[in-house]
């Protein structure tokens, strides 16, 4: 590594790239454009008024000032005789130049051959023209300053620039040099530079992401586990008495999970499916099968609510067993807490079902051995290793009802095992979707009616305020009021929001899954999990301010047993694409293509929470766009890993890769 001042530039500079995490010249030059400024010429299109035109001044120059801001105006004529007005404003310092006959050129927007230029120069095009990289930078640094920069560390670095990319695969995928890489997309001349610099760039990032995520894999597969073991024909009685069919989908994930458990290898599972698929009963069976191995089970939930409704069930469907299970969450008591804490410390408890509070200095485990996160985007990275580490070699599963087809899910999660649940139980009827153009519930009002009439029971869905739960709270409220008023005694409306106690979620819940309340207004704290199979009607306002993935996991929460369900998405925005959307969402029902629709258009990042999950962003690939690039580049990291016993120049890659993992402690859990 080469130390930044080399450059031989001010120590204030250096101290504004340091600020922007640039110590070495590697570094530096790792630092990519985020864009480019095309310099060519160009005249007025029908869809584009951008101009680039070379011309002959041929008027004097006008100057107008307003205080200290000056609008300069004079004429040129091009090279196809075209005369144009060019006006551009607070460069009056300019008009000594612009004398009659002087070639300049112009770059604005044109209109009638008006122009109202950015930027002007007075040089003839050829002198100028060009790609220009455009680059982030902190204040007080310019693009041309940086641009040297960059120019005086390829220099220093020449031929220092080593590539990790295997000559086998550089030559197989016809990619340039990294030296070289680095060069065109700097200091592209033109835009194949550019496409080639990036498809090096790409490649070598997802070929980084995917080694490590299959170190890592390999790692994991040679530490050695407890191998569980456990009475088949138990277990198996148990399943056969579970009240429904298992889905040949949660047979398939049953039996990944138990030959996980029963392997020496640890288990680092991801279960992903579709919302309502029966993800729940896979987790349970899970957590029984390790509770007849001898061991305890953790099952962390990101909510009070999911934690309080995972433990009933748990404690329904295990209820013929001896199995001892404990809730633990926040809103216990310090008693409660501490009586908890000593049956878990003491193996009295077998399967603990909480939320954070299960990871907390405090709680110790006697025998842990099985870690289940419930929708893992909403955990932190630290958490969960926080859980994990709390047991000696603990098998882990993490469950996320954001479904990504399986190809993406193996590509992203690279060093998990992946098992996907695909089919529905048997009988559901899809939820039956309306896109309702409207701000007000008017329109559905006799719908609502005469669906509460029959006996059932409905949500509404409060609009999304970003990063004001108090907000949101209030108008949650102004709703709960509103319909409070209008069905008068004849229906119970509760409100649940974000900015409640604990125990008012749950006493308002609890009246929701009794049927004691009949409409329950809510913000998007129901949004995971909650599972009222009397509940069959949800309105949602302001629809369009919500992720798809995130309205299909809303309207996953009615349709959960065999009535017909009727989800409403109103929305009273007048923009063509949030109508789109939401069209789209009456006709599909499937989270996979949902998820696949959302991620092209609001990009992984958004829909599955990259950053709190610990995924890494990338610098010049993009998951979903570059996806081809991520599959080569997996299958090529597979091949590594498999041949580089014998093989020295990957001997090197890996133990870089190495390195860097036990620097960072990147991309572990
Ligand atoms: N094979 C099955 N046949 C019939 N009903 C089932 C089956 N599996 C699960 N269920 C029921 O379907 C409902 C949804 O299941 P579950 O809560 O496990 O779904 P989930 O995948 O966890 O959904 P979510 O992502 O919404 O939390 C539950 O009431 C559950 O009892």
């Known amino acids: 590594m080469t130390d930044i001042r080399l450059l031989k530039t001010t120590e204030k500079r250096l101290e504004l790239l340091r600020q922007m995490n640039i110590h070495t010249l590697e570094d530096l030059v790792s630092q990519y454009p985020y864009r480019y400024e095309i310099i060519e010429e160009q005249y007025p299109t029908d869809e584009d008024d951008h101009v680039v035109i070379e011309g002959t001044v041929i008027s004097p120059v006008k100057i107008f000032f307003k205080g200290r801001m000056s609008r300069m105006t004079f004429e040129v004529e091009d090279r196809y005789l075209q005369h144009f007005q060019v006006t551009i404003f607070n460069r009056h310092f300019l008009r000594q130049y612009l004398k009659i006959d002087t070639i300049v050129t112009i770059i604005g927007k044109c209109q009638n051959h008006r122009i109202t230029a950015s930027d002007l120069k007075v040089k003839p095009l050829q002198e100028i023209k060009g790609i220009y990289p455009v680059y982030s930078l902190k204040e007080g640094l310019t693009q041309k300053s940086f641009r040297q920069y960059i120019k005086k560390a390829l220099h220093l670095l020449h031929q220092q620039i080593e590539d990790f990319i295997p000559e086998k695969y550089l030559i197989q995928h016809h990619l340039i040099r990294k030296e070289n890489a680095l060069y065109c997309i700097h200091f592209p001349e033109n835009k194949k530079d550019i496409q080639e610099a990036l498809k090096y760039l790409k490649y070598e990032e997802f070929l980084k992401f995917q080694l490590t995520m299959q170190l890592i894999k390999q790692q994991r597969i040679q530490e050695i586990g407890m191998a569980k073991d456990f009475d088949v024909t138990v277990f198996q009685n148990w399943i056969l008495s579970l009240p429904f069919p298992l889905t040949t989908d949660q047979q398939k994930a049953i039996k990944d999970i138990v030959e996980d ?87 009295e408890a077998d399967i603990i079902v909480g939320t954070h509070a299960l990871f907390q200095d405090k709680v110790v485990y006697s025998k842990l051995g099985l870690v289940i996160t419930d929708e893992q985007h909403r955990f932190g990275v630290m958490q969960r290793k926080a859980l994990k580490n709390k047991g000696q070699q603990v098998d882990f599963l993490i469950m996320s009802a954001t479904p990504i087809p399986r190809t993406l899910a193996i590509s992203m999660y690279g060093d998990m095992d992946v098992s996907t649940i695909k089919t529905m139980p048997q009988g559901r009827l899809p939820v039956i979707t309306k896109y309702i153009h409207s701000a007000s519930m008017k329109p559905i009002l006799k719908d609502l009616k005469n669906y509460l009439a029959r006996g059932g029971q409905c949500y509404v869905i409060c609009p999304l305020v970003e990063e ?36 008012d979620k749950e006493k308002v819940m609890t009246g929701f899954l009794n049927n004691t309340i009949q409409i329950l207004v809510s913000t998007t704290v129901v949004e995971v999990g909650v599972d009222v199979k009397n ?52 006709k599909s029902h499937d989270g996979f293509e949902i998820s696949l629709y959302d991620l092209k258009l609001r990009g992984p990042g958004e829909v599955l929470g990259q950053r709190q999950s610990g995924l890494p962003t990338f610098l010049v690939a993009d998951v979903m766009k570059d996806f081809p690039i991520l599959s080569v580049a997996r299958k090529d990291a597979q091949e590594m890993i498999y041949d580089y016993v014998q093989n020295h120049e990957y001997q090197g890659i890996m133990s870089q890769i190495q390195e860097k993992l036990k620097v960072n402690n990147e991309y572990v859990d």
């Open 535 to 586: 509940a069959n009607m949800m309105v949602i306002y302001n629809a369009e301010r919500f992720g798809l993935s995130q309205l299909h996991q809303l309207r996953g929460r009615i349709g959960r047993g065999k009535e017909q369900a009727y989800c409403y998405l109103m929305s009273a925005s007048s923009s063509p694409e949030a109508k789109e959307r939401l069209q789209y969402l009456e």
């Open 468 to 503: 004001s739960d108090h907000l949101e709270a209030k108008s949650a409220m102004q709703i709960a009021d509103a319909m409070q008023r209008y069905f008068q005694k004849q229906y119970h409306v509760g409100l649940l929001h974000g900015q409640m106690k604990d125990e």
């Open 261 to 347: 458990l029963k392997s020496p290898h640890m288990m680092y599972r991801f279960l992903q499916g579709d919302v309502g698929s029966g993800k729940t009963v896979v987790s349970l069976a899970a957590l029984y099968a390790n509770y007849l191995a001898g061991f305890q089970g953790a099952l962390m939930a990101p909510t009070e609510i999911l934690a309080t409704q995972h433990y009933q069930t748990l404690t329904h469907f295990l209820e013929e067993t001896p199995v001892r299970i404990e809730l633990l969450t926040g809103s216990l008591s310090v008693k409660e807490k501490e009586a908890s804490y000593q049956r878990i410390a003491q193996g």
